[in-house]
């Protein structure tokens, strides 16, 4: 496999041994860990405590970046395959425990159990949101936040993490598009790595409006074609992403179609941007009205790379140094090994101080590895008074933006768009992937303010719905005849009164009727690799 970008872990013990006194040492490693913890997470060193004249250890540890806040952790055991609680422990666990990041877990009981726990507890003893499941519970959790008084502050200061494990992972699979990341080859880590670092993003949230509820997406809205198929194969669940398109070729078979109306706001002016990642460039150009009328990709095939190698704790790894975790040198093939000796050395009161491995004088040396100092809480669900399971309701006040658009039920301005008729589908996207395997909107960005509006009207082939299926898991779909997408800021679905049929947002069935939406550019922030 010459040239694919792997992560490699190299585990590096520092031995600490100059001085006399134990404490000493100490002191001089916890200047090390911290700087080095540091400049990982890119902040700057704090030079007042990089002084060997300051000699407040408590001060020293309590510095590092990540460590002054726990992690708060929220599992859904039922996503996808149902082992959500399984790979947290497995793989996710020994990153965090690596990078010395305390969390506390909640597993969760029911449906609506996250947003509940983030509406009503103190969430501020946390310093970031950490969801383990599919895109469902990130949806509750984001509406949760939503139902707070408080929701700005709580959105500015908490980013929010994700761990794959459901059926459904876009937003992973987006966060890792945009930082360019090898997502395919191992998800769990780059995701855990996003944990890690201490880095985040900001992300676009679009309001949307029904006639009995307000919510917020990070997502999609969805009705038609791939929503039935979303809604329908929840049966099929235990067999994972696999559903979907098994699902696929049932409604490809009996095809559907809705007669209803779609208006739009188109976006004003969006540049010409080449998307680039895995393997791919796309090329677009947008007609005055803003839809896209060819795009042609590059290098389609995604790249499968094998067995995923499963993440070791840092003890396992003292008794094997050759044990991989797959961490990386970013860009760094199999074949490319730092093997140079560096010699690190600082001076004190004018002379440079001994090496470590040749200090015979000092009695105790300090050995400062990941994971040594950090303590780990894992609440049980008995443990503390939780949002009751059988009184949990979703009926509550919704806060947020207010918005800018008309009312449901009002007349739309001239500016907006309104085409009527008969559609396969209609699919608004804000982040580029939909799924692991879906690249539905290959220009989007994080915080880009731009919703992405798919149409696809009745009369197109089943030859040319068979590729548009097929050309979603590399971004080619938009060149399909038949299939329009246009970039807008807001939209509005109105379908028509007397027939059944699935809408959804992110993933989750809202009640049928009309929906309008609008997007509010970096409104919440995400954990980034």
């Not at 006194?21 to 997470?41: G, H």
């Not at 040198?329 to 101080?353: A, C, H, K, P, S």
């Amino acid at each position: 496999m010459k040239g694919i970008r792997r992560r490699e872990r190299t585990t590096i013990t520092l031995r600490f041994r100059s001085f006399d006194k134990y404490e000493d040492n100490l002191r001089e490693a916890s200047r090390w860990r911290l700087a080095i913890k540091c400049l990982v997470t890119k902040l700057p060193v704090p030079k007042n405590l990089m002084s060997p004249s300051h000699g407040n250890l408590d001060a020293l540890l309590g510095a590092c970046p990540g460590e002054n806040r726990k992690l708060l952790v929220l599992i859904n055991p039922k996503s996808g395959p149902g082992r959500g609680r399984e790979v947290f422990q497995k793989r996710i666990h020994p990153v965090l425990s690596e990078a010395e990041r305390p969390y506390d877990i909640h597993i969760t009981k029911c449906s609506n159990y996250a947003r509940e726990f983030v509406r009503t507890k103190d969430i501020y003893q946390w310093n970031g949101l950490l969801t383990v499941g599919g895109d469902g519970i990130v949806f509750e959790v984001v509406n949760g936040l939503f139902q707070r008084p408080d929701w700005e502050k709580a959105l500015n200061e908490l980013p929010l993490g994700v761990i794959p494990c459901g059926s459904g992972n876009g937003l992973a699979k987006s966060i890792a598009y945009s930082k360019q990341e090898p997502y395919d080859y191992n998800p769990l880590l780059v995701s855990a790595l996003s944990v890690v670092k201490c880095k985040k993003a900001p992300m676009d949230i679009v309001r949307i409006e029904t006639r009995s509820k307000i919510l917020f997406s990070f997502l999609s809205v969805g009705w038609g074609l791939l929503s039935d198929i979303d809604i329908e194969s929840e049966r099929l669940r235990a067999i994972g992403g696999q559903r979907f398109t098994i699902w696929s070729v049932a409604r490809l078979i009996g095809l559907r179609t809705y007669k209803g109306k779609i208006s739009y706001l188109p976006c004003d002016k969006v540049l010409p941007v080449e998307v680039v990642g895995n393997g791919k460039v796309c090329h677009t150009d947008c007609t005055s009205d803003g839809k896209i009328t060819h795009s042609r990709s590059y290098g389609d095939e995604l790249d499968r790379y094998g067995n995923i190698v499963e993440s070791k704790s840092f003890h396992d790894a003292c008794d094997d140094n050759t044990n991989e975790l797959d961490l990386p040198l970013n860009g760094y093939r199999d074949d490319e090994v730092i093997t140079e000796n560096i010699t690190l050395e600082t001076e004190i009161e004018g002379r440079q101080r001994l090496d470590s491995f040749y200090s015979a004088t000092s009695a105790k040396s300090t050995y400062f590895s990941t994971g040594s100092v950090s303590s780990y809480h894992s609440i049980d669900d008995d443990d503390i008074r939780e949002p009751d399971a059988e009184n949990i309701t979703t009926s509550q006040v919704m806060y947020g933006p207010s918005s800018t658009l008309p009312a449901l039920t009002a007349q739309l301005p001239d500016s907006w768009v309104q085409d009527q008729g008969e559609f396969i589908m209609v699919h608004a996207a804000y982040q580029s992937h939909l799924g692991q395997d879906y690249f539905f909107a290959p220009r989007a960005k994080l915080a880009d303010g731009i919703i992405w509006l798919l149409i696809v009207k009745a009369g197109i082939t089943r030859a040319n719905l068979l590729q548009f299926l097929l050309g979603l898991s590399t971004g080619t779909h938009v060149n399909c005849s038949g299939v329009d997408m246009i970039p807008v800021k807001a939209f509005r679905i109105e379908p028509a009164e007397g027939v059944s049929g699935h809408l959804t947002v992110d993933g989750e069935e809202v009640d049928y009727g009309p929906l309008q939406a609008e997007i509010f550019p970096s409104l919440a922030t995400v954990m980034t690799p």
